[in-house]
């Protein structure tokens, strides 16, 4: 079944991307922020739902599709989050859930994405079926192992915490966490109301995390002003922040992510979307990349925003004033930034070296870091 996915052709290039979709495609490419809940193909929604009789408001695709994915929405957090609601009931067997995982892998290989970050909410999957969270955490690591041997995609996860979830239940995933740490679960994530639903709250269950070696990463900054980005860092230990952008508005906080070297997970089409910023001209992210922070180009939640990291290479090129050496260098930082077991970081390192290899002065400016 892997083989068959596998031979699907990837999303063809609009005619007036051209050359630069070509050459952003070709690039050898690093996701670190890549929601499973997110990354659903719309054909499989579909048939899930007639396979497990869930009702949905039509089971044709196209009348599906604003219903799960931002089409002429105006842009709100609120609604781009909502999306997830209808998503929830699709997690109806083990099966369903190992299909899911074993695409979104797939759907990355097919992108050139060599290394791939796949995050997601263990409550999520199980709450559909009554699962125990164990079991999906066990599922998804099996279909992880077997899809990245297929494609040659290294996968890595990341549990996410709901922030309107319990303190109860953000232990429980923590420990989940602490108990699958390894070559395949890497670290632990914040989600979802950063405006309704402070960080601080969650002080001692990443606590806990942090002192067990787990690698953590909080979303801040996105819709919240640049103090939700300060207590990431400096209260919660956050090593990576999910999407930061906000972070531009205080100098201090710009130099505690300098100073710390906290890689900061951009996702341009996203932030266009839930509003984080009003228009791709008002992006900050070449002024964050100018202040000499790690920042790193992803996508977020690909099947929502109906995007790919292509897509947001040439978003980032065409209207956020990026220019090759910049993506270049952001290579550079997600390598160093990765929550890859420390022995294969090198591995990584030269991987992405290689495939730059044919694009002149693209190694000089990989290694220049």
């Known amino acids: 079944m892997v083989q068959d996915l596998f031979r699907i052709p990837p999303k063809a290039p609009p005619q007036t991307a051209g050359t630069l979709w070509g050459w952003a495609h070709s690039l050898p490419k690093i996701d670190l922020h890549r929601h499973l809940e997110g990354s659903l193909r719309l054909n499989t929604l579909a048939e899930i739902a007639l396979e497990h009789g869930i009702d949905l408001p039509s089971y044709d695709v196209e009348q599906l599709r604003p219903y799960v994915q931002i089409t002429d929405d105006p842009p709100d957090y609120q609604r781009f989050l909502g999306k997830f609601e209808l998503l929830r009931h699709f997690y109806t067997s083990k099966e369903a859930v190992q299909r899911v995982v074993r695409e979104a892998i797939i759907d990355a290989a097919h992108d050139n994405i060599r290394y791939l970050e796949l995050r997601f909410n263990p409550e999520a999957l199980a709450n559909a079926q009554n699962f125990s969270l164990n079991d999906v955490v066990e599922w998804v690591k099996e279909t992880t192992l077997e899809t990245q041997a297929e494609t040659g995609t290294r996968t890595c996860l990341i549990l996410t915490v709901p922030r309107r979830e319990s303190l109860n239940t953000a232990y429980e995933i923590v420990e989940l966490s602490i108990a699958h740490f390894g070559n395949l679960v890497r670290g632990i994530d914040l989600v979802g109301d950063e405006v309704n639903f402070p960080a601080e709250r969650f002080l001692e269950p990443f606590r806990r995390a942090r002192q067990a070696g787990v ?27 999910g999407h930061g952008i906000r972070a531009i508005e205080d100098s201090s906080v710009v130099q505690l992510l300098y100073d710390r070297k906290v890689a900061l ?38 099947s929502i925003s109906d995007t790919t990291l292509t897509d947001e290479y040439v978003v980032a090129l065409a209207a956020l004033g990026i220019d090759e050496r910049h993506i ?35 190694v000089a400016e990989f290694d220049a870091l």
Request: net charge negative; glycine share 8%.
């Open 215 to 241: 690698n953590i990463t909080i979303h801040a900054g996105e819709w919240a002003s640049a103090q939700s980005v300060y207590t990431a860092v400096q209260h919660l230990g956050a090593q990576r922040i």
């Open 265 to 302: 997970e951009v996702c341009p089409t996203s932030n266009l979307q839930t509003g984080a910023v009003h228009g791709m001209g008002q992006h900050p992210l070449l002024d964050l990349y100018n202040l000499r922070l790690r920042v790193t180009l992803n996508t977020d939640d690909p």
């Open 328 to 362: 270049y260098r952001m290579l550079r930082y997600s390598t160093e930034a990765a929550f890859i077991p420390p022995e294969e970081r090198p591995w990584l390192i030269n991987t992405i070296r290689q495939g730059l290899a044919p694009y002149p002065g693209a």
